[in-house]
């Protein structure tokens, strides 16, 4: 029996979803349970896009509960924003914000974004997120582990 039967007849094997967390905040109008998400790197160190990327990887696979990235913001329902808000990234986040369409949500992730980090205070940095767009999900962590970026995820899409 060749390699391609052998994978045809197993079929596709996975492993069980864990249980649906709680709902954290109501998905966009008319997003029915698919989420097209922007990333933006307001000033990180770049922890934070290595679990984004992991989150997203086929070991995690975020897009079988509905979240999916997408290359621009005028196609997106949410915005993950990662990092301190530095001087440089302040009007480039917010006209981001402004071409992402509505209803959007804006998703904080890390605690840099939420509450500075250890970056707080620094010369180059302007604030944190909330201090420029308004956030609705707050994802906290230094940095958070692919499971928490799924589960916060889901906990959006209803997934």
Request: proline letters at 7%; aromatic letters at 4%; hydrophobic letters at 40%.
């Amino acid at each position: 029996m060749s390699w391609a039967t052998r994978i045809l007849k197993a079929g596709r094997i996975v492993q069980d979803s864990p249980a649906m967390p709680a709902s954290t905040v109501s998905p966009p109008t008319g997003t029915r349970a698919s989420l097209q998400i922007r990333h933006v790197d307001a000033g990180s160190c770049n922890g934070c896009e290595l679990e984004l990327s992991g989150a997203f990887s086929s070991v995690y696979d975020a897009e079988q509960f509905g979240a999916r990235l997408v290359a621009s913001p005028r196609h997106a329902d949410a915005l993950i924003v990662t990092g301190v808000v530095t001087h440089n990234m302040r009007t480039a986040l917010i006209d981001t914000v402004a071409a992402t369409p509505e209803p959007r949500l804006v998703i904080a992730m890390g605690d840099c974004a939420c509450n500075g980090g250890l970056f707080r205070g620094g010369y180059g940095v302007a604030g944190i997120v909330e201090d420029f767009v308004p956030v609705d999900v707050e994802l906290r962590g230094c940095p958070p582990t692919p499971d928490e970026i799924i589960e916060t995820l889901r906990g959006v899409t209803g997934r």
